[in-house]
């Protein structure tokens, strides 16, 4: 079971260059999710979705976007890379079908921008 | 708004020792509570979850009561080991939609 697969494992940018973290899930859930993780922060949602063609902000959508064209992709975009978004990403999915259903996370991708 | 205060870490314990990590919640409504765990370099995972007042979560020894009367869902463990080690998050759920709203996160190191 490959779950919740997230590429690449690290990335190092410089400020102002643009990249996509990818994120793939093979279970059919509907509902996925972007979190970053910063120290002594916990997880802080991004972007959300509900399904293909639909997304939503989370608590700190700014300098991000996402789209989500089929069920099992829903990748993130940094389009002018800042220092503040030095970070670790989790990207998460969970099924509609059941309610409180658990969140399956990746193993994140880590980003360092200088 | 909806927010998860955990207590500060690290916590470090002997083996074999008992464990709490102190959770409370602000929330409007009806949350449900869940305990998460992350290993060294991976993602989290759900430890336990509770969806409605007095319910008790637990797994793999480790338990949480949902007490709305003080907000809170403490995770305990009564003897812990060295493969406990990891970083612990609680969480609330107060939509249909999944998202949740987590802690600062509590990493518990365990000696042998």
């Known amino acids: 079971n490959a779950g919740v697969t997230q590429t690449p494992k690290f990335r190092i940018l410089k400020i102002g260059q643009s990249m996509t973290l990818q994120c793939a899930q093979d279970?059919?859930?509907?509902?996925m999710y972007w979190y970053r993780q910063d120290p002594g922060m916990g997880l802080k949602l991004i972007y959300y979705?509900?399904?293909?063609?639909?997304?939503d902000k989370g608590e700190v959508p700014n300098g991000y976007n996402v789209s989500r064209s089929t069920t099992e992709d829903f990748p993130l975009r940094l389009e002018l890379a800042a220092p503040s978004q030095t970070s670790v990403y989790f990207c998460a999915s969970s099924t509609d079908r059941e309610l409180n259903s658990p969140l399956h996370f990746g193993n994140g991708t880590r980003l360092t921008v200088t | 708004g909806n927010s998860v205060t955990q207590m500060e870490g690290p916590v470090t314990l002997s083996e074999e020792a008992f464990l709490t990590i102190n959770c409370t919640y602000t929330?409007?409504?009806?949350?449900?509570l869940f305990w998460y765990v992350q290993y060294p370099g991976e993602g989290l995972q759900l430890l336990l979850k509770?969806?409605?007042?007095?319910d008790k979560g637990s797994n793999k020894g480790f338990e949480a009561t949902y007490r709305k009367e003080t907000t809170s869902f403490h995770l305990e463990k009564g003897s812990v080991q060295v493969s406990d080690s990891a970083v612990y998050f609680c969480a609330l759920s107060a939509s249909n939609t999944g998202k949740l709203i987590f802690g600062q996160g509590t990493t518990l190191q365990v000696k042998p």
């Open positions: 979705s509900v399904g293909a063609g639909i997304t």
């Open positions: 509770a969806t409605k007042a007095d």
């Open positions: 279970m059919n859930h509907n509902y």
């Open positions: 929330a409007t409504g009806y949350p449900s």
